[in-house]
């Protein structure tokens, strides 16, 4: 009978836990059997690292949540080697080691591909990996003791550089251990770029920069360390007559073209910058009237001057609070969800046209209490009532990280552990509710006690904690949510003031700073660190102001720049040499044809001509045919990945013969309807479609092409001449209809 050791982690080491006793004979070499001249293998820094790189122990195989992969469960990444250690000695009554016959161990027939495995080869026979396994098995499969080498950190080499397009560059990750040694470990270590196509990377840290000019990075982990490999790929054009620098902004833009040697276009006309500006803050096309009179402006300060009546104007609020209430969850799932609903949405509209402080703004709907008549903010809680979901959401749209895959293990990515994530769900454990007189509607209190969480996992009791920040100690009567927003606005918070600043600049630019916006973290680098840096000072400074975020924005030539790319530009993704195209999003588009049209949308319970972008919740979706197809959100979830931003068929059908189309078309108050009986030439009347549609006059061959097709005489399908009223109307009709299915019409550009 043998007897094999397990050791449990605790803070002074490793240290005895259970002794097994099998009585089949020989399954384990007992301890005493190694080889004297023969290094000892360690689990954790040898065997975890090995099995980390071959794939086996992530998400998508072995550690599946849910009990792995046909029956073999490991922890994420080897975050707890305890619990790999058992799955992999005892599990499967003890089949998956043969200590007598290493080679036959299950573990390693299936890893090099000599038994069936759905996975593949993973270890290929004598290679450095299965030679370590075979090893270690045949040493007894221990775990490390206290007295073992510990592993502290990882060192990588180089961190940064500048690739040339094609270029190589060989990564060493060395890892530093607890005896002052220090041991190359790339061919242990995993690496992967944020970015293939514009660097790729070998399993064994040789990276390769492809033809795509920018910032690209390279993460490397080993043993829970991560690691990031930043490198520039200039382009290396000459950067010469850049457009003027009108503020912080552009100098940080500019500086960065100038680094990697990409030309930026050239500065949009005014009839450009007005159509993107109105869309951008107001959520809505220029009038005809907007439009003349800007182009009739001669002042040099004209285009501030826009921004500033659009920040004013309701639409700006309507706007930015349709996007605000989508992430926070107003959504109606019946009929008693309309009063807090309305009332949420007016709160946050009134916010915003305020320009109430955005700390001021967060602090109030994290501390929300009473009822959502008299204090509206607490229409969160009635969507978002579990305090695991009120950490995640919060951590991930207020502080741009996501936590939740931290509920059941270490972040993959990031520092944050089980009890980062239980220690910031303490901050809600003390939210009480109770149903209030409304049906549908709870009353939200601040329960008197001490605020904690426990790890459910280790059944610790965890006090608040602020993502690795200790907080002061809070009193029983004192709500924690208010300790936490007060976290946010400090100095000592390096993640709200950023994602935020890196959210509106997503809303202007198409792609962050930071990308995914919510995703911040080291092995997430923003491309252009320093104007992220100079754009969250800058805010801070500020007092949290929204509107002078966007102000900001707009004001800089970067904002300012054509879509068009220069011969340099085209491939440029990331560092805004350009203005880059986006589609409209669907209440933007239903609302810019109603414009066009000279129509508006119908909604129930809504005064008639409320546009589609001041909708309260997502109950409208169900509808409005034209809301589902172009990707309204429903108001699921806190990533505004919930848009959809991509075209499809269903889209395109819908442009071209849609009945809530056609109606629009031929509306008998509609534009085409309208013009036709304005006693007006061709020409006047092609312009103000134009106008409507573009923000600008057609040019000549454009012009050319409608007045031949309206001049065209119209036959029946019986090929009689229609009347010339009715022809004039449906001519115009198709005008109208044709300029709202071109992409000038269907991009913000």
């Not at 769900?425 to 409304?438: D, E, H, I, L, N």
């Not at 059944?459 to 602020?466: E, N």
């Not at 927003?485 to 709200?496: I, L, R, T, V, Y």
């Not at 056609?662 to 013009?675: D, I, M, V």
Request: glycine share 6%; charged share 25%.
């Amino acid at each position: 009978m043998n007897i094999h050791r397990i050791y449990s982690t605790k803070s002074s080491g490793y240290i005895s836990l259970f002794y097994i006793f099998f009585g089949i004979s020989s399954f384990f070499v007992h301890p005493g059997s190694l080889i004297a001249s023969e290094p000892k293998i360690s689990f954790v820094n040898d065997v975890i690292p090995v099995i980390t790189r071959a794939g086996c122990n992530m998400g998508s195989c072995h550690a599946k949540a849910g009990g792995g992969q046909n029956g073999f469960q490991l922890s994420l990444f080897g975050f707890e080697p305890l619990e790999d250690l058992e799955s992999i000695v005892m599990g499967s009554r003890g089949r998956r080691l043969l200590a007598t016959n290493p080679e036959a161990s299950l573990l390693l027939m299936k890893a090099s591909g000599q038994m069936p495995h759905r996975g593949g080869i993973r270890l290929p026979k004598k290679s450095q990996g299965y030679e370590i396994i075979k090893t270690w098995i045949t040493q007894g499969a221990l775990m490390d003791t206290s007295a073992d080498v510990k592993f502290v950190a990882m060192e990588l080499i180089p961190k940064k550089g500048v690739l040339q397009r094609g270029q190589e560059q060989q990564l060493k990750a060395m890892a530093h251990y607890s005896d002052g040694t220090i041991h190359d470990v790339t061919v242990r270590a995993l690496f992967e770029s944020n970015d293939k196509a514009m660097a790729e990377v070998t399993e064994n840290g040789l990276v390769k920069v492809l033809d795509i000019p920018g910032k690209v990075s390279v993460m490397v982990r080993y043993q829970g360390n991560v690691g990031v490999y930043n490198a520039a790929i200039p382009l290396g054009a000459p950067v010469e007559n850049l457009p003027p620098e009108k503020n912080f902004v552009d100098r940080a833009v500019f500086l960065n073209l100038k680094e990697l040697g990409i030309p930026p276009s050239k500065i949009c006309d005014d009839a450009t910058f007005l159509r993107r500006v109105t869309l951008d803050i107001g959520g809505r096309l220029p009038t005809d009237d907007e439009a003349k009179n800007f182009f009739a402006n001669t002042g040099a300060n004209k285009r501030n001057q826009v921004i500033e009546d659009l920040l004013k104007s309701p639409d700006y609020a309507d706007y930015f609070s349709s996007k605000w209430t989508a992430v926070l969850k107003n959504r109606r799932d019946d009929a008693s969800d309309i009063v807090s609903n309305f009332a949420f949405n007016a709160w946050v509209r009134d916010s915003l046209l305020a320009n109430k402080p955005y700390d001021q703004f967060v602090r109030e709907l994290l501390g929300a209490t009473g009822k959502v008549i008299g204090n509206p903010p607490v229409a969160w809680y009635k969507r978002v009532k579990d305090p695991k979901e009120q950490i995640e959401d919060v951590a991930q749209l207020f502080l741009g990280v996501r936590m939740q895959c931290a509920q059941c293990h270490h972040h993959p990515f990031e520092r944050w552990s089980q009890d980062d994530y239980y220690s910031l769900a303490a901050f809600f454990s003390q939210v009480g509710r109770k149903p209030s007189g409304t049906r549908g509607e709870d009353l939200i209190f601040h329960k008197r006690g001490l605020a904690v969480a426990t790890n459910i996992k280790s059944g610790v009791a965890l006090k608040p904690m602020a993502l690795g920040d200790q907080v002061a100690a809070i009193e029983a009567d004192q709500d924690p949510r208010l300790r936490l927003a007060d976290w946010m606005k400090s100095p000592q918070n390096p993640f709200f003031a950023k994602a935020l600043v890196n959210r509106y600049w997503k809303h202007f630019f198409q792609r962050g700073l930071i990308e995914p916006e919510d995703d911040i973290r080291d092995s997430n680098p923003p491309s252009n660190p320093e104007l992220l840096a100079a754009l969250e000072k800058h805010f801070i400074q500020s007092g949290f102001d929204l509107k002078d975020l966007v102000r900001v924005i707009t004001r800089s030539n970067t904002y300012q720049l054509v879509s068009t790319p220069n011969k340099y530009n085209s491939g440029d993704r990331q560092n805004y040499s350009r203005y880059y195209p986006r589609r409209l999003s669907a209440e933007v588009l239903l609302d810019s044809i109603d414009q066009i049209a000279g129509t508006h949308t119908d909604f129930a319970n809504l005064p008639a001509g409320t546009r589609a972008v001041a909708l309260p919740d997502n109950s409208y979706n169900r509808s409005s045919p034209f809301l589902r197809v172009f990707g309204r959100p429903e108001g699921e979830s806190v990533c505004e990945c919930e848009r959809v931003q991509s075209s499809s068929l269903a889209q395109s059908l819908h442009l071209i013969n849609a009945a809530d189309i056609r109606s629009k078309l031929s509306h008998p108050e509609g534009r085409a309807e309208k013009l036709a009986k304005e006693k007006l030439p061709l020409e006047d009347k092609i312009n103000a479609v134009y106008l409507a549609a573009f923000s600008r006059l057609p040019s000549s061959v454009e012009l050319k092409v409608a007045l031949d097709y309206l001049n065209a005489p119209v036959v029946n399908s019986a090929g009689q001449s229609v009347d010339a009223q009715k022809a004039a109307r449906e001519n115009l009709q198709d005008l109208v209809w044709a300029l709202i299915n071109t992409k000038e019409f269907l991009f913000n550009h």
